[in-house]
């Protein structure tokens, strides 16, 4: 367990895949077999966190919202879910989530009627890793396919923070979604657990993790 813990603070963590938000780069949903990713931190102890990164991070307190902690109340189950965790058998008790950085701190960050994808500085970024065709249908109304749903920004991004955003642009509750709170829907480099490297299990989806310069 000391081993463990050590290793999870300082060099890195497996993680399950609870959810559809960053389909198709990681499988995850309600009821299926998730993937298990690894996350190192050794990185970004060497660099910053660069947008077209995925990565893990703790969510700010308006991504809390509706967060429930699902471990059982026998303390030997609970236990024994605490270390599955640590293998990635069992989702971390924490609100714990996985996005694409799409922006960083001093960025400005925009999709509006007539772009051809979300905007970091007036140009579009790459969006060739995006599920398509998308999982929800778009209101042409009041948003795009190219922007993932409704229309957003500008928003300038926060030194220090990051702008997220899920590959399945409109199944996933990112830094959209939390444009109203103190960080504009960011998230501080401090709450970065790391980089996801690739996905290790199940056998049938191992391999790396893209992290493409979206903004070249």
Known sequence: ?????????????????????????LHGCQGCTGDRIAVEKVSYYLSDPEPGDVVVFEGTDSWDVGFESHRSQNPVIRGLQTVGSYVGLVAPDENNLVKRIIAQGGQTVSCQEGDPAVMVDGKPTDQSFILQPPTYPVDPATGSEACGGPYFGPVTVPEGHYFMMGDNRTNSLDSRYHL??????????????????AIILPLSRIGSVDDPDIQA
Not at 185 to 192: K, L
């Open 180 to 197: 109203g709170d103190e960080h504009q829907g960011t998230i501080p480099e401090e709450n970065i657990k790391g980089k996801v490297q």
């Open 1 to 25: 367990m000391v081993i463990m813990v050590i290793l999870q603070t300082f060099i890195g963590r497996v993680y399950l895949i609870p959810s559809a938000s960053m389909e198709p780069t």
